[in-house]
């Protein structure tokens, strides 16, 4: 199977996104699974745009995507995404929705098609837990937006949110290092 696998560009100020770093050190293949990396910018509509896009021309069966929620300590398999942007900051495009749909007249959320317990599991003690809520930024109109253009397809999609990296020097907030969290990927990604 071929699993495509999905990190962010820097974006509020950063010069880093752990994500991007992270998806540099995946290796091409985890078991049987061949994995297709995509960067995509934090941009709301063109970030689902690529990603549906690859999805589609690569014909991958699963969708993993990563991204940076500063200020969580734990690698955070998300099991849910809502229908709303409501951007505290602006995206990469100066775009900042207030209470806009994701999909006009769609449903109020969806969960992940991923196996999101068994990926926590599988994390283990990298550390993960499981999260209830992507937010209402660009990480959850990319979930909810997969999740609704791929519904009863054979797609399976998810999404993984990681810390701060060390190297972002966030002395006030939970860090990890980046050896650390693509570990804990690369298990999450044993488990889909
Ligand atoms: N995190 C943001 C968008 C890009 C990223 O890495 C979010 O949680 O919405």
Not at 69 to 94: K, L, Q, S
Not at 140 to 161: D, I, K, P
Not at 172 to 189: F, N, Q, S, T, Y
């Amino acid at each position: 199977m071929k699993i495509l696998v999905t990190a962010f560009d820097a974006f509020g100020g950063e010069s880093i996104n752990p994500t991007e770093r992270a998806l540099q050190q995946l290796p091409d293949h985890i078991g049987d699974a061949e994995l297709v990396k995509l960067v995509i910018p934090t941009k709301f509509g063109e970030s689902l745009r690529r990603a549906i896009e690859v999805a589609e021309d690569s014909e991958v069966e699963a969708i993993v995507c990563l991204g940076q929620a500063g200020g969580r300590a734990h690698i955070t398999p998300e099991r849910v995404a809502i229908n709303v942007m409501d951007a505290d900051i602006p995206d990469n495009a100066g775009y900042q929705p207030v209470d806009v749909p994701v999909v006009e007249g769609g449903p109020t959320a969806y969960f992940s098609t991923l196996p999101v317990k068994e990926m926590v599991a599988a994390v283990g003690d990298s550390p993960a837990r499981l999260s209830n809520t992507a937010g209402t930024f660009v990480c959850n109109q990319l979930l909810y937006g997969l999740l609704h253009h791929f519904e009863g397809t054979r797609v399976s999609a998810g999404f993984v949110h990681v810390p701060y990296i060390t190297e972002q020097e966030k002395t006030d907030k939970p860090m990890m290092e980046l050896a650390d969290i693509v570990e804990g990927v690369k298990r999450a990604l044993w488990a889909v």
